[in-house]
Structure formats: structure tokens, C-alpha cells
């Protein structure tokens, strides 16, 4: 067997035990991550939440890695089997109690290391790995037994967290996306250019995935409420608009419902929230 074979295989079993092994933190109760959590108490909030956190930073790590330095797509599919087990933990396990905040705590691992991916994969128009990890299901949560899209799922999480993330950052808008990015800046601010526009920017190629899963009233982030999240949004959207073509072929659809439901949902927010279509047409460069 040769050197880079096996190396691969070192790297696929590396990368799945880590998955495996947050996927049972996830699903298995414990003292400082309980399924029946609550608001109550915000240490043991900030507690519980620093404990996904630090469960999660090995596997979140290494994704990202694998995320810049893939340079011939050899991984895509492990990234995305690694993505998959931890989808497939978000469900409660039957016969447990549990709370809102509780469940979602599980998800959070999820929400961390896809932030993780996205931000450095737009950076590094990693098309087909964003577009592959687009495609993942995950089983709809609170008593339901179809399945929705990655991206809407971790939207949803945005708002059902909202009270959770509220209370122990004590901010009001979009509390979870800046926890994300303030936790998730020392996993992948080595391998990006420009940590900031970067993050701005993955964020709303990962939310487009929610408008294309039909769920138009349901997309957010923090680049909606940053005034500095505009100009690297353009850019992006001005200057690579055949790289998007790549991740959504449907994309001039996508970012016709952020011109429109934009001014709707987020009523004065000071981020980006208009001029999207014309932008990625080349009519505006303001």
C-alpha cells in the first residue's frame, strides 16, 4: 500500500471517530449537558454551551483544514459523512425528557462545524464540498418524523435557541450567530484571509441554502445587522458570480427573495438586505 493511501485512510479514521465520538455527546445524557435544561440558571447555561463547545473544536478543526488544503476534492465525501453522523444525533433518543433549550444544545455541535466548513469553503470556492453538504437531510425535530435540508434545519435552530443564546450572551439580535463567531475565530482564523468578510460571507451562502429549501420567511444571520458585512457581500456576489451559479444554479431566484422578504423580516436592520440581484448582475457597485 502506498504512503498516500495510507495516510488517507489514517485521515478518514481519524475524521470519523471524531464524528462518532460528538455524536454520542450529543445524544447521550450527562450532568452538564442535560436534555431537560432550562433557562433558570444562566452558569449552567454558559456551562452546558461551553462544553458543546469544547467537544467540538477537535472535529469543527479539522474539517475546516480539510476544507483549505483539499485542493484535488479527495475528501468531499468524508466531509460529508462526518456532517451526516452528526445530523443523524439530533434526534432525541426515545424516552427521554426533555426541554427545548436541551435539544437544542445537540444541534449546536452541527451549527459549529458547518459554520466552520462554509466560511473557509466560500473562501476557497470549494464549490462541489458546499453544494454536497447542501444536500444533507436531517429529521425534523419537536415530534416530527419527516426530514428537512441542512440549511433550514440549523435556521430553525436559530430561532428556537434564541431565548438560550439570549441569556447567556445578552444580546439581542441574532445572538447565536455572534456566539458562532466569536467561538468559532480561533478554529479558523489562521486559514482565512479575511476572518470577518469571510464569515459574512459563508454565512449567506449556507442561508441561501434555506430559501432554496422553499422556506422564504425562515433566513438570517449576522451579516443582516453589520453595516460591515455589505461591501465583502458584493463582492462576493459581483465578482464570483460564476462560482455561485456552481453551489445554487438557481441563484438569480434565491437572491430575488432576499431583495424581497429581506425589507420585510429585518425592517432597519443596517447589514445587507437589498440590492442582492442587482449586485450579482453587475448593475450596482455601491
Same mark, same amino acid.
Given at each position: 500500500?502506498s504512503?498516500?493511501?495510507? $495516510?488517507r485512510i489514517r485521515?478518514?479514521d481519524? /475524521?470519523?471517530?471524531?464524528a462518532?465520538?460528538l455524536?454520542k455527546?450529543m445524544?447521550?445524557? *450527562?450532568?452538564?449537558?442535560?436534555?431537560n435544561l432550562?433557562?433558570?440558571?444562566?452558569?449552567t447555561?454558559?456551562k452546558?454551551?461551553k462544553?458543546?463547545?469544547?467537544?467540538?473544536e477537535?472535529?469543527?478543526?479539522?474539517? %475546516?483544514n480539510i476544507t483549505?488544503?483539499d &485542493?484535488q !476534492?479527495? $475528501?468531499?465525501?468524508?466531509?460529508k459523512k462526518a456532517v451526516?453522523?452528526l %445530523?443523524q444525533?439530533?434526534?432525541e433518543?426515545?424516552?427521554?425528557s426533555?426541554?427545548?433549550?436541551g435539544r437544542c444544545l445537540?444541534?449546536?455541535?452541527?451549527?459549529?462545524?458547518?459554520? !466552520?466548513?462554509f466560511?473557509?469553503g466560500?473562501?476557497?470556492?470549494?464549490?462541489?464540498?458546499?453544494?454536497s453538504?447542501?444536500n444533507?437531510s436531517?429529521p425534523?425535530q419537536?415530534g416530527?418524523?419527516? *426530514?428537512?435540508?441542512?440549511a433550514?434545519?440549523?435556521?430553525t435552530?436559530?430561532?428556537y435557541?434564541y431565548?438560550?443564546?439570549?441569556?447567556?450572551?445578552?444580546?439581542?439580535?441574532?445572538?447565536?450567530?455572534?456566539?458562532?463567531a466569536?467561538?468559532?475565530?480561533?478554529w /479558523?482564523?489562521?486559514?482565512? %484571509?479575511?476572518?470577518e *468578510?469571510?464569515?459574512f460571507?459563508?454565512?449567506?451562502?449556507?442561508?441561501?441554502?434555506?430559501? +432554496? !429549501?422553499?422556506h422564504?420567511d $425562515?433566513f438570517?444571520? +449576522?451579516y443582516?445587522y453589520? $453595516?460591515?458585512?455589505? &461591501?465583502?457581500i458584493?463582492?462576493?456576489l459581483?465578482?464570483?458570480?460564476h462560482?455561485?451559479d456552481? /453551489?445554487?444554479?438557481n441563484?438569480?431566484?434565491?437572491?430575488?427573495v432576499?431583495?424581497?422578504?429581506?425589507p420585510?423580516?429585518?425592517?432597519?436592520a443596517?447589514g445587507f438586505? +437589498?440590492d %442582492?440581484?442587482?449586485?450579482?448582475?453587475?448593475?450596482t457597485t *455601491?
Open positions: 500500500m504512503e498516500p493511501v495510507r $495516510y485521515l478518514e481519524l /475524521v470519523l471517530k471524531e462518532r465520538d455524536a455527546v445524544k447521550e445524557p *450527562s450532568e452538564v449537558c442535560p436534555w432550562g433557562l433558570n440558571d444562566r452558569d447555561c454558559l452546558a454551551i462544553y458543546i463547545e469544547t467537544k467540538s477537535r472535529l469543527a478543526s479539522i474539517l %475546516a483549505r488544503y &485542493h !476534492s479527495e $475528501y468531499i465525501n468524508l466531509v451526516t453522523i %445530523a444525533a439530533v434526534r433518543p426515545i424516552g427521554i426533555s426541554k427545548i433549550e445537540r444541534m449546536y455541535p452541527l451549527i459549529l462545524t458547518t459554520y !466552520s466548513i466560511i473557509v466560500v473562501q476557497e470556492r470549494k464549490d462541489m464540498l458546499l453544494e453538504l447542501l444533507i436531517l425534523i419537536y416530527q418524523s419527516e *426530514s428537512e435540508s441542512l433550514f434545519s440549523l435556521e435552530m436559530r430561532g435557541s431565548d438560550l443564546f439570549k441569556t447567556i450572551t445578552g444580546i439581542n439580535d441574532n445572538p447565536l450567530a455572534i456566539r458562532v466569536k467561538v468559532i475565530s480561533p /479558523v482564523g489562521d486559514l482565512l %484571509a479575511d476572518e *468578510s469571510s464569515f460571507q459563508g454565512e449567506l451562502v449556507l442561508k441561501l441554502g434555506t430559501i +432554496k !429549501s422553499n422564504t $425562515y438570517g444571520g +449576522k443582516i453589520f $453595516y460591515k458585512a455589505i &461591501h465583502p458584493k463582492h462576493l459581483g465578482e464570483f458570480p462560482w455561485l456552481k /453551489v445554487y444554479p441563484i438569480e431566484d434565491l437572491l430575488r432576499v431583495d424581497e422578504r429581506c420585510e423580516l429585518f425592517p432597519g443596517q438586505c +437589498k %442582492a440581484l442587482a449586485t450579482y448582475k453587475g448593475k *455601491s
